[in-house]
Structures are given as C-alpha cells and as structure tokens.
C-alpha cells in the first residue's frame, strides 16, 4: 500500500488524437481505478465553465495528486515541443513546475508510440525521465504492473534493510597474521624450518580467529554473527596464501596438508558449546563454522588447482576431532565441515526479510577474489565434495546419512565447466 494514502490520486495527461487514442487513455484510467487509484481525468471531473488551464495546473500543482501520468504519442511530443493547444499550455505548466515547486519524480512519462528512429516519443523536457512502455498489447500487462507498483509504492525489487557496519572497519582493520610470510618464504625455499613456522603460523592465525568472536545476544544476535564473519576477510584470504604456496611447492606429499589439518581442528574445537556453559544457541557458533567450511573450500580449490590428488585424498579421509553439539571432543569427517548455519541462513535471512537462497553462499561469493582463490573455483570444490559425499556418506548419530550440500552451485550457469567433477 502506498505510504500516502490507501486509494493513491494521479492525474492523466494526454492529446486529443484520436477517438481510439482517447478509448486508450480511458481505459488506462479505468483500469487504474479497478485496482484502488483514484485516476483523475479531464473526461470524468472537468466539468461545463470550468477554466481547464486552471484544472489542469491544479493537478500539477495539488499536494494530493501523487503522480501526473503523462500519457506520450506522437501528437503530444509534437504539441508539446511547439507548445501548440491545450497540450503546449499543460506541457508549459509541467515543464514550469517540474524543475521548480513540484519534484520531478511526480511526472510519469507512459510511452504509447515510438517515432520513426525507434525513438519514444516523449516530450523534450521528459527526454531525461524514466519512462513505462505501453506501447504495444505485448509490453501493456508489464507497463500496467510497473505503473502499480510505482503507485504503490512497491518495487519488484525490494530494497534491503541496512545491516551494521562491517567488524574490519569498528575495529580499525581486518586482522592478519604476521607469521604468514615467513612461512611461505620457508615453504618456498624448502628450508627445515618451514613446519615450526607453519605451526606459529596456525596458532596465530586461530588466536587472531578468538579475538574477532563475539558472544551473540538478542533477538538480532545473528547481526553479530555476521559483523564478526566480516571481520575474518584478512585471515580468509592469508589462509588462501599459504594453502596456495603449500599446494604449489610441497608437490603431491600428503603429509604437507598436516598442519592445515590442525588448522581446521582447532575451528572445530568450537563447534558446541564451551564446557560450562548453561543455555547455548546452534547459531551462535556459526562464526567458526563458516571460517572452516570456507576454509575448507580454499584448501580444496588449491589442491585440485595443482592436481594434487595424493593430499586431497588424505584430506578426505583424515579423520578430524572436533567439538559436538553436546560439548565433547569427538571424531569427524570433511562433511562434517558442511552445515545449515543457523544464524545466517534461518534466522537473519527470516529478520532482514532478504529472501535469499543461501546467505552463507552470498557472503562465500562477495568474499573472494580471482588473486585468493576465484569463487568458481569455490563452486569446483564444492562440487566436487558434493559428488565425494554421495559416494562415501556418513551415518549419524540419528541414522540419517550426511552429504555435502553445495550451496554456491546457486550460482552456476551452463558456462560453468570442472573438468575434474
């Protein structure tokens, strides 16, 4: 409903034509009026000794007429250009007030002609305004439908409710671990060295993933969730990095992904609820689940970007020890690193009214980039442990079979080629 008025006036201008052309315009108004808008015009309500230039810049003019509906042809581009008749007299009035009392998104241009350039005829002072196609009885239903919905004041296209500002910029900075470079370096160079700097670098990197992790509260508490998600941009894309170095210069060694195994671990330890907690909500561990299921994601993409089928393999087939939804340490394998989070995809998809297929998938998509692994490298992986899932499974706790979901397959076109899926 508009948020003016529940029956929204406009008033329709138009050229005396023609007799079909003035049929046109009253059944245009006619079927405004069917559906709630008060339409006004000069065939219904200007009545014998009233002046019609003074009803015509009353419309324009009257705070209660929301919109003037200018209804173009050929004749009335023509008039209106020249200022001839009735139609130059009205256009004055509309072009006076359209840049002057009255705001410009008053004036509807409704195109029902084109002129012989393929040009709408629209008025020279409208050239600038957005314009509805009625022209034919094909783009009539659509034109009708936009037409209401600018009335009404409810765009196809809903607008989105503001979230907060991201964490990277309340806090000063998207955090990063200094570590990083002197492992790769080692990585690089093949030193000794290189696994006692990989696992500085993993413990920093977990320590810097804690201080970004905040207690969710409130009815709002997956905002929270998402602010702290936002914040991990600078340690999602390091975790790109070295996985890429490691894939890149550690050739097909599966015992290189180890320390990337204690990396997603130690995510995981925070999967349940930490011992001594009372009340505990599925979603408010969503911040680790998201970090390792896109982490896990990154470390696939490079492996099967270096063909390193030996790694991914162990990768698949490792057995990971993580926290349960119950609070123990328990084992896992890679689907378990795959999960509806709660708070991003339910809770603020319902509250923020966003009607999304899968935020988590929109946050994956918005966070990378072609330099730290390219979403359709993303997709690749994530298929390709969809179809691994479907041939391993794994039974639950509750007897169901667990398979990897992939959500950013949403995204996919016929264009998408893996050729290793």
């Known amino acids: 409903m508009s948020a003016t008025t529940e029956h929204p006036k406009v008033f329709l201008s138009y050229s005396w034509t023609s007799v079909e052309h003035e049929q046109f315009v009253l059944d245009l108004a006619t079927s405004l009026r069917n559906h709630g808008v008060d339409a006004i015009l000069d065939k219904w309500d200007l009545k014998p000794g009233q002046d019609k230039y003074v009803f015509m810049e009353s419309m324009v003019v009257n705070a209660e007429v929301l919109k003037v509906l200018v209804v173009c042809d050929r004749q009335y581009q023509e008039k209106a250009n020249s200022r001839?008749?009735?139609?130059?007299?009205?256009?004055?009035?509309?072009?006076?007030?359209?840049?002057?009392?009255?705001?410009?998104?008053?004036?509807?241009?409704?195109?029902?002609?084109?002129?012989?350039?393929?040009?709408?005829?629209?008025?020279?002072?409208?050239?600038?305004?957005?314009?509805?196609?009625?022209?034919?009885?094909?783009?009539?239903?659509?034109?009708?439908?936009?037409?209401?919905?600018?009335?009404?004041?409810?765009?196809?296209?809903?607008?989105?409710?503001?979230?907060?500002?991201?964490?990277?910029?309340?806090?000063?900075?998207?955090?990063?671990?200094?570590?990083?470079?002197?492992?790769?370096?080692?990585?690089?160079?093949?030193?000794?060295?290189?696994?006692?700097?990989?696992?500085?670098?993993?413990?920093?990197?977990?320590?810097?993933?804690?201080?970004?992790?905040?207690?969710?509260?409130?009815?709002?508490?997956?905002?929270?969730?998402?602010?702290?998600?936002?914040?991990?941009?600078?340690?999602?894309?390091?975790?790109?990095?070295?996985?890429?170095?490691?894939?890149?210069?550690?050739?097909?060694?599966?015992?290189?992904?180890?320390?990337?195994?204690?990396?997603?671990?130690?995510?995981?330890?925070?999967?349940?609820?930490?011992?001594?907690?009372g009340s505990y909500n599925l979603g408010w561990v969503d911040f680790y689940k998201f970090f390792a299921l896109e982490a896990f994601l990154i470390q696939t993409a490079a492996l099967l970007r270096h063909a390193r089928w030996r790694s991914l393999r162990r990768l698949l087939e490792a057995t990971y020890i993580v926290r349960s939804r119950q609070g123990e340490m328990a084992a896992a394998r890679f689907v378990d690193?795959?999960?509806?989070?709660?708070?991003?995809?339910?809770?603020?998809?319902?509250?923020?009214?966003?009607?999304?297929?899968?935020?988590?998938?929109?946050?994956?998509?918005?966070?990378?980039?072609?330099?730290?692994t390219s979403f359709n490298e993303l997709m690749e992986a994530e298929v390709f442990l969809a179809l691994k899932s479907l041939v391993v499974g794994r039974d639950t706790s509750d007897g169901w079979v667990s398979y990897w979901a992939p959500r950013t397959s949403i995204y996919a076109s016929y264009g998408n080629k893996y050729p290793v899926c």
């Open 84 to 277: 001839a008749g009735g139609v130059g007299t009205e256009s004055q009035i509309i072009s006076n007030e359209l840049y002057g009392r009255v705001k410009q998104t008053k004036f509807i241009p409704i195109v029902c002609e084109y002129d012989d350039d393929g040009q709408p005829c629209v008025p020279v002072f409208m050239k600038g305004l957005i314009y509805i196609d009625v022209s034919t009885d094909e783009r009539y239903g659509d034109g009708l439908d936009q037409l209401l919905r600018l009335i009404y004041e409810q765009p196809f296209h809903q607008k989105p409710k503001l979230g907060g500002a991201p964490a990277f910029v309340s806090n000063g900075g998207t955090s990063y671990v200094r570590e990083l470079g002197a492992a790769v370096r080692a990585i690089q160079d093949g030193k000794p060295s290189r696994q006692g700097l990989e696992t500085l670098f993993v413990k920093s990197l977990l320590t810097e993933l804690d201080k970004l992790y905040v207690t969710p509260a409130g009815d709002d508490y997956d905002e929270g969730v998402y602010q702290a998600i936002t914040g991990t941009k600078g340690l999602r894309d390091q975790v790109a990095d070295y996985v890429e170095a490691v894939a890149a210069f550690s050739g097909d060694d599966p015992s290189a992904i180890a320390p990337f195994i204690k990396l997603i671990e130690g995510v995981g330890a925070h999967f349940g609820p930490p011992q001594g907690v």
């Open 337 to 372: 690193f795959d999960s509806h989070l709660e708070s991003l995809d339910s809770d603020r998809n319902r509250r923020l009214a966003l009607n999304r297929v899968s935020v988590s998938a929109d946050l994956l998509k918005e966070r990378s980039s072609a330099d730290k």
